[in-house]
C-alpha cells in the first residue's frame, strides 16, 4: 500500500501493533499491543505472516487514518483491484463507517498512479474543487504524441485546466533523466506544455509534492488557475 514517509514515522512514534482478532474486549491489551475486533476474521498471507486482507486495510484507515494518507491507501487498493463494493461492505460490516471513510469512499479513484498523486487529488479534494478526471490522454496534431496529464477540469465556459504533478526528482534522478541532460528534460518539458497546448488545452498548472502542505495557498492558485469549486 502507498504510505507516505511522515505518516510511517508516527506511526513508527506510537510503538504500538494492531492485532486483528475474533474475541471482543481489551482485556489482553498493553500498552503497545491493541486488538480489534473482527466480525469476519479474513485475513491473507504475505511472506509467511497473517495480515489483514487489502479490503479490510483500505476500510482501517479509511476510519483512522488523516484523510490525505487514507485516501493514498484507498486508492491503492483500489488501483491494485480491490473493488470499492467489497471494502464499503467491509467497513459496514466491521463497525468502521464513520465520515472520514465516507468522505475517503466518496472520492477515492483507481486512476492515481502513484501515491503522490492520490495525496494531491485528496489535497484539491480538501481544498473545495470539484473532483477532477485522471490521466487523460491528449494527442498533438502537429507531432502526433500522446501525452497523460494527471488532473483535468472542464470549466462552465469551455476551457479545459489542466494540473500536472511535478517531482523535482525528474531533473535530479539519473534513471528519470534516461541519459538525457537537464536541459533535454527541460526541453522535453517544455515541447510537451506545447503540445497539450495544440491540442486543445487552455491552462497548465505544475504543482509540487511541497504545495500539498500549504493548503490554503494551493487553492488560491488553482482557484485562479480557473479550476472549479464543488457545489454545496
Known amino acids: 500500500m502507498w504510505v507516505d514517509y511522515r505518516t510511517v514515522r508516527a506511526t513508527l512514534r506510537q510503538r504500538t501493533v494492531l492485532i486483528?482478532?475474533?474475541?471482543r474486549g481489551n482485556y489482553a491489551d498493553s500498552r503497545h499491543i491493541h486488538r480489534l475486533w473482527s466480525a469476519s476474521g479474513e485475513y491473507c498471507v504475505v511472506g509467511g505472516v497473517r495480515v489483514t486482507t487489502p479490503a479490510r486495510t483500505a476500510a482501517v484507515c479509511a476510519n483512522s487514518m488523516q484523510?490525505?494518507?487514507?485516501?493514498?491507501?484507498?486508492?491503492?487498493?483500489?488501483?491494485?483491484?480491490?473493488?470499492?463494493?467489497?471494502?464499503?461492505?467491509?467497513a459496514t460490516r466491521?463497525?468502521?463507517?464513520?465520515a472520514?471513510?465516507?468522505?475517503?469512499?466518496?472520492?477515492a479513484t483507481p486512476f492515481a498512479e502513484n501515491g503522490g498523486e492520490a495525496r494531491a487529488l485528496?489535497?484539491?479534494?480538501?481544498?473545495g474543487f470539484e473532483p477532477p478526471a485522471q490521466q487523460v490522454e491528449f494527442v498533438d496534431p502537429q507531432t502526433g504524441k500522446r501525452y497523460r496529464v494527471d488532473f483535468l477540469w472542464r470549466t462552465g465556459d469551455g476551457w479545459i485546466v489542466v494540473v500536472e504533478l511535478d517531482g523535482l526528482v525528474?531533473?535530479?534522478?539519473?534513471?528519470?533523466?534516461?541519459?538525457?541532460?537537464?536541459?533535454?528534460v527541460i526541453d522535453d518539458e517544455r515541447e510537451r506544455s506545447e503540445g497539450l497546448k495544440r491540442a486543445g488545452v487552455d491552462v497548465i498548472v505544475c504543482i509540487q509534492m511541497d504545495d500539498l502542505h500549504d493548503l490554503e495557498g494551493l487553492k488560491?492558485?488553482?482557484a485562479r488557475a480557473g479550476v472549479p469549486l464543488r457545489r454545496r
Open 67 to 90: 484523510f490525505m494518507a487514507a485516501m493514498e491507501v484507498m486508492c491503492c487498493a483500489l488501483r491494485n483491484g480491490t473493488s470499492s463494493t467489497e471494502i464499503i461492505a467491509c
Open 94 to 98: 466491521e463497525g468502521l463507517m464513520n
Open 220 to 222: 488560491q492558485r488553482l
Open 122 to 127: 485528496a489535497a484539491m479534494i480538501l481544498c
Open 170 to 184: 525528474k531533473y535530479r534522478d539519473p534513471q528519470m533523466m534516461d541519459g538525457r541532460t537537464l536541459g533535454g
Open 20 to 23: 486483528v482478532c475474533n474475541t
Open 100 to 107: 472520514n471513510a465516507q468522505s475517503v469512499f466518496r472520492f
